[in-house]
């Protein structure tokens, strides 16, 4: 994660807090540490991404072990990052997973969970969500 995507995660993260702590959170290393810190909360790591991340996560997908899958990269990525990330995001659709790419439906989904756990629905919190919001290219 570059400084600038890294700065704004912080941001985007510490101003999402109380949502965002609600919730089983799973991310791959660096945005793990990054998470954990801001958040204050353990945050699941999965390894980088061509070393079983991806893979791990996929799983997770298909085992319904993710309920919201937030992937909000970077756009000019490389060939596998952007292929990785699209599979996962077909996966997670197929799967009738919520996926957010971006800050907008991110804020959507979570304000939406936020309803979801108040005293009056009948829905259970809390929920397992994915965040990714790299910016690196993957293919190291």
């Known amino acids: 994660v570059d400084d600038e995507r890294r700065n704004k995660l912080i941001e ?29 909360v353990p945050v699941t790591s999965l390894p980088h991404g061509n070393f079983g991340g991806y893979r791990q996560l996929a799983t997770m997908i298909e085992n319904n072990e993710i309920d919201v899958l937030i992937c909000m990269a970077a756009a000019g990525k490389g060939t ?11 996966l997670a659709t197929e799967n009738n997973i919520m996926v957010a790419s971006n800050e907008a439906t991110a804020k959507v989904i979570l304000d939406m969970l936020d309803m979801q756990q108040a005293p009056h629905s009948s829905v259970p919190g809390p929920q397992r969500v994915h965040l990714d919001f790299s910016n690196q290219n993957f293919n190291r």
């Open 12 to 40: 985007w993260s510490y101003f999402n807090k109380a949502l965002l702590r609600q919730h089983h959170i799973i991310a791959n290393d660096e945005i793990a540490l990054i998470l954990t810190g801001t958040l204050t």
């Open 80 to 90: 596998n990052f952007r292929t990785n990330i699209g599979d996962l995001v077909i």
